[in-house]
């Protein structure tokens, strides 16, 4: 068989290849006649009965003064270290309020912070364009301060996000405005692999932030300034395992679902979206509606989701903070109304490891956590 001939069969197949594929996603979109809220609604469900009382601010941290970026619990204890424009980490004990330790860093700009697995570590990072790890262990220099055990250095842009690997303690995702994400050996300081950047299916702009799923390790997603979400496989750095668009804005945040099969994101469009991993598809939409005569929509700065995945957790440009109920897409309770709440931008919040407080970070310089209240049992 000639080259031509070769040629013009392989031009053929790749026809048919793609016209299968339109096929096939007409007939996906045919299926797509409801979504979860619609579908719950026709089995008689009702949303949460939730009030004030329920989501109560037990404890106020202050001890910033610059504007809180980024939140993260320990697995097992009750600590929380906060990055804030002060450039400072300051780790707390969530039970008593205290201060257990300050760090002063390199970069005052810092965007992001993480707790290693074991508690022992701690990452950041910001527009250093670098991910600085400090153990907590560590003798302290003749300032009072904890060193740098190590600094990542790769991106070329700054670091947007970060996250350890559930299951795997010296292995750290960062996300940049390099347009990639990067999997580190912390150990060594060295790149394992590289997502995104020349490769084809890679973000085409700054990413914000990313997940790792706590069911899978080697899958993660990430969400960007290109208004889409893309899940990846740490096994296969050379393209994006799906696409997820919808989004009219930055995707400021993504959150896996506790089951792992599905995750959350919340963009500049004001609205949080939840997508099936497996199939592509939008379950919901959490959006609330504002009149025209509102010049701004406030937008999605940070998500959680309870340890059921019944509530959604969702933080606002404008002090807002909506509990959504994921399964008919109402909002419960907003605590940004409540007496107790910040005076600022919600940056960033967080559930604990057991699901039974929240703690949000704003730009009041405060964080607060928010326990539920009496013996109500943990959604």
């Known amino acids: 068989m000639s080259f031509p001939e070769l040629k013009e069969r392989h031009a053929a197949a790749t026809a048919t290849v793609n016209s299968l594929r339109e096929r096939l996603k007409q007939r996906r979109q045919q299926l797509l006649d409801t979504d979860v809220a619609n579908y719950t609604r026709t089995q008689g469900r009702t949303a949460v009965n939730f009030s004030s009382t329920d989501l109560v601010c037990c404890r106020t941290l202050q001890g910033h003064t610059g504007k809180v970026y980024s939140l993260d619990w320990t697995s097992e204890r009750n600590r929380i ?6 450039g400072r980490l300051i780790v707390w004990n969530a039970l008593t309020s205290q201060k257990t330790h300050a760090i002063k ?5 810092v965007m992001t912070c993480a707790f290693a697995p074991n508690g022992h570590s701690i990452s950041c990072g910001g527009l250093d364009s670098a991910c600085s790890i400090f153990n907590l262990n560590s003798q302290v220099d003749r300032d009072g301060n904890i060193p740098v055990s190590r600094v990542l250095m790769g991106h070329k842009g700054y670091v947007s996000s970060c996250q350890y690997v559930p299951d795997r ?3 750290l995702v960062t996300s940049s405005g390099d347009q990639t994400c990067v999997l580190w050996d912390v150990t ?3 790149r394992i692999s590289i997502f995104g950047g020349e490769f084809p299916s890679g973000h085409t702009s700054d990413v914000l932030s990313v997940s790792v799923s706590s069911s899978n390790s080697n899958m993660f997603v990430s969400g960007s300034c290109d208004a889409t979400a893309r899940l990846w496989d740490a096994r296969i750095a050379s393209r994006a395992i799906r696409t997820y668009n919808g989004h009219q804005g930055d995707v400021n945040t993504v959150k896996f679902f506790p089951d792992g099969q599905r995750f959350g994101s919340g963009s500049d469009d ?3 979206r939840l997508f099936d991993m497996r199939t592509g598809h939008l379950l919901q939409v959490y959006a609330q509606q504002h009149n025209n005569n509102e010049p701004d929509c406030p937008f999605v700065t940070s998500i959680a989701f309870s340890i059921s995945g019944r509530l959604l957790f969702a933080g606002y440009s404008n002090g807002d903070c909506f509990v959504w109920d994921t399964l008919l897409a109402e909002v419960v309770v907003n605590l940004g109304k409540l007496q107790s709440s910040h005076e600022g ?3 960033c919040l967080g559930l604990s490891d057991d699901g039974s ?3 949000t970070g704003s730009w009041d310089k405060n964080l607060k956590i928010w326990a539920f209240g ?3 049992k943990v959604i």
């Open 81 to 86: 270290v906060s990055a804030s424009q002060d």
């Open 105 to 109: 860093l390199p970069c005052a700009w």
């Open 169 to 171: 303690e010296s292995h």
């Open 188 to 190: 060594t300081g060295q």
């Open 270 to 272: 004001g609205k949080c």
């Open 345 to 347: 931008r919600i940056s």
């Open 357 to 359: 407080a929240l703690c």
């Open 374 to 376: 009496g013996l109500r």
